[in-house]
């Protein structure tokens, strides 16, 4: 079945506890991209990648980093997190850029 | 830049009512693409649709159509004999296709309730 991952589904953390959110597709997809949705705000791309060992920043990169070490995943990784970074986390992915995007379950993080 | 605006941010209407939910874009590139997403209540994202700017022609889907006009830079929703399934939000989304930034703008959202 063609789907996107992410895990975990849930995470309560505290701030400055570092943590990672994997991502992975088995569509072999180019094109990756991570969004937050708070409300009011819709979601907001965080950054994306056009393929392996490419990625390049969003409208709201401040505090993450991304890597894509390989095509079917694309961990986002929070190294210092802080009380602003609560919310609810999507990963999508897609052939190219304008195409249509598969979303994952999304991930909803809480910081302390 | 980019822009996509979506002013309602809530509906709410009966039961077998028509709803139109407004998508407004801004964009400098002639070729890019306008998206429709469903968020209902469970969480997940759904895609309802994708237009390139070439294609004006507007689409049915069963109760769902798409008006797209390039002439006012809309791309709005339809939703004909409205549903309590059909509850959630909806977003409206926007990529160029040859800037070389390669980022998706997403609207606020339009949530949607449909009551019985």
């Known amino acids: 079945e063609a789907q996107v991952t992410q895990n975990p589904r849930y995470l309560i953390t505290v701030t400055g506890k570092k943590l990672t959110v994997t991502c992975s597709q088995n569509?072999?997809?180019?094109?990756m991209s991570w969004y937050r949705q708070d409300p009011g705000l819709g979601l907001r791309q965080i950054y994306y990648?056009?393929?392996?060992?490419?990625?390049d920043k969003g409208d709201v990169p401040e505090g993450y980093k991304v890597s894509r070490k390989e095509k079917r995943n694309f961990p986002l990784i929070l190294e210092s997190p802080s009380p602003n970074q609560t919310s609810l986390y999507f990963c999508?992915?897609?052939?190219?850029?304008?195409?249509?995007?598969?979303f994952g379950p999304g991930t909803r993080l809480t910081v302390l | 830049a980019q822009k996509v605006t979506q002013a309602q941010t809530e509906i709410s209407v009966v039961e077998k009512e028509d709803v139109t939910l407004d998508c407004v874009y801004e964009?400098?590139?002639?070729?890019?693409?306008l998206f429709w997403y469903k968020q209902p209540p469970s969480g997940e994202l759904v895609f309802l649709i994708r237009?390139?700017?070439?294609?004006?022609q507007n689409e049915i889907s069963g109760r769902y159509s798409w008006n797209f006009q390039k002439s006012t830079s809309s791309f709005n929703f339809t939703i004909t004999a409205s549903q309590v399934v059909d509850s959630a939000v909806y977003f409206c989304?926007?990529?160029?296709?040859?800037?070389?930034?390669?980022?998706?703008?997403f609207g606020s959202g339009t949530r949607l309730s449909i009551r019985p």
């Open positions: 999508a992915s897609s052939w190219g850029k304008p195409d249509t995007q598969y």
């Open positions: 569509m072999n997809h180019e094109y």
């Open positions: 990648s056009m393929n392996v060992e490419v990625t």
């Open positions: 964009t400098r590139d002639t070729t890019y693409y």
């Open positions: 237009r390139n700017s070439f294609d004006e």
């Open positions: 989304a926007l990529s160029e296709a040859y800037s070389s930034a390669s980022k998706i703008i």
